[in-house]
Each structure stands twice: as C-alpha cells, then as structure tokens.
C-alpha cells in the first residue's frame, strides 16, 4: 500500500508539537512492533509500521483532555494524505475506552485492527518490565514476560484483554511477546534501554 509520507516526514509531524519523551518512545516501539509483527505475518511493513508510529498522532494535544483524543487525528492524517482506510484503523484503537464517548461502543473486526490494539498496548508492558530489569530488554525471556503479564498488579494500566486480542490475528501469546521482545531489542539504544 502507497504511503502519502516517509517516515522521516512522520518523524516532522510528531514534532510540529512538543512530545514529552515518554510519549516519543511509545510512538517508537509501537511502530518496531508493529513492523516485526507485521513481517511475521506477511503484511505490509512499511505500512504497518506507519500505523504504529502514528496511533496517537494527536496525543500532544489532546492529553490535557483526553476526551478529546483521536477527534483531532482524522484532520491532521488527512492534511498529510492518508485516506479513510489508514484514518480508521488509527481510530480504531480508541475503541471500548469510556473516556471517548464517540467510540466506547464500538468494536474492533479487522486482523489490523486488533494488531494495532495489542502491539501499542504491549509496549507499557515490556517496558515496565525492562525498567524493573535495570532497563535491560536485551535478554528478556518471553517466560518472564509472561510471568509479569499474569501478574495483574504489575503495569496495572496495561489492558491485558487488548493485548490478548493479539489471538484474533492468528498468533498465540507466547509468539506475539517473542515479537515484541525482539522488536524492542532492536531500537533499544532509541528508546533508552541496553
């Protein structure tokens, strides 16, 4: 699928405004997730990654009132080029969340969708994870990280039901948290972690 930008010119559109580096390194790992799975599937990398590295595109504007996040993201991704199709994928992760009356009630249907969901969602876990290993994510074990992922109390914001969603694409836990481990090894050094 053509891509309107570059990710370079992604990178400038998350910059037109400040990103407190927290925010910035989810941008990042959402989108290394997102390319890997989408590499181990068979998908469209590029694009995947693109959905990953822009999901939260109107973040910085709207997390002071996050009633209104993702309301800003259609216009902006469309000024850019982006069509209808990548627009509601973007919006689709906002799906079930109460704050966002707009789409508390709607449900997630499509494989992307879903991925899109569980690989955000997973980056709060393998992270909290790293931080608890000293920042080190680069011999994490899928064991371990299934451990911390039945232990409800630990991330306690990371939605495990949206990360199990990851099952509605076609691959089981343990192969979705060895993608993501390795994805985040990859771009360790970008996202502060050794």
């Known amino acids: 699928m053509k891509l309107p930008i570059s990710r370079e010119q992604a990178l400038e559109l998350l910059k037109k405004w400040p990103q407190s580096k927290a925010d910035f390194r989810h941008y990042l790992m959402s989108e290394a997730i997102m390319r890997d799975l989408a590499?181990?599937?068979?998908?469209?990398?590029?694009?995947?990654a693109m959905l990953g590295l822009l999901h939260d595109v109107d973040w910085a504007l709207t997390k002071s009132n996050t009633k209104e996040h993702l309301t800003k993201a259609p216009e902006i991704l469309k000024e850019v080029g982006f069509d209808d199709e990548f627009?509601?994928?973007?919006?689709?992760?906002?799906?079930?969340?109460?704050?966002?009356?707009?789409?508390?009630?709607?449900?997630?249907?499509?494989?992307?969708?879903?991925?899109?969901?569980?690989?955000?969602?997973?980056?709060?876990?393998?992270?909290?994870?790293?931080?608890?290993?000293?920042?080190?994510?680069?011999?994490?074990?899928?064991?371990?990280?299934?451990?911390?992922?039945k232990d409800k109390t630990f991330a306690a914001g990371c939605d495990r039901d949206i990360i199990k969603e990851i099952e509605q694409v076609g691959i089981s836990?343990?192969?979705?948290?060895?993608?993501?481990?390795?994805?985040?090894?990859?771009?360790?050094?970008?996202?502060?972690?050794?």
Do not use: P
């Open 173 to 194: 836990l343990d192969d979705f948290f060895e993608v993501g481990i390795k994805a985040l090894q990859e771009i360790k050094e970008e996202i502060g972690l050794s």
């Open 39 to 48: 590499k181990k599937l068979g998908e469209d990398e590029d694009y995947w």
């Open 87 to 149: 627009i509601d994928i973007i919006i689709s992760h906002g799906y079930g969340y109460e704050e966002l009356s707009e789409l508390k009630d709607k449900k997630r249907t499509k494989k992307i969708e879903h991925a899109l969901a569980a690989c955000e969602t997973l980056t709060g876990l393998i992270y909290a994870y790293a931080l608890m290993r000293g920042n080190k994510v680069s011999d994490m074990k899928v064991k371990g990280l299934k451990k911390k992922f």
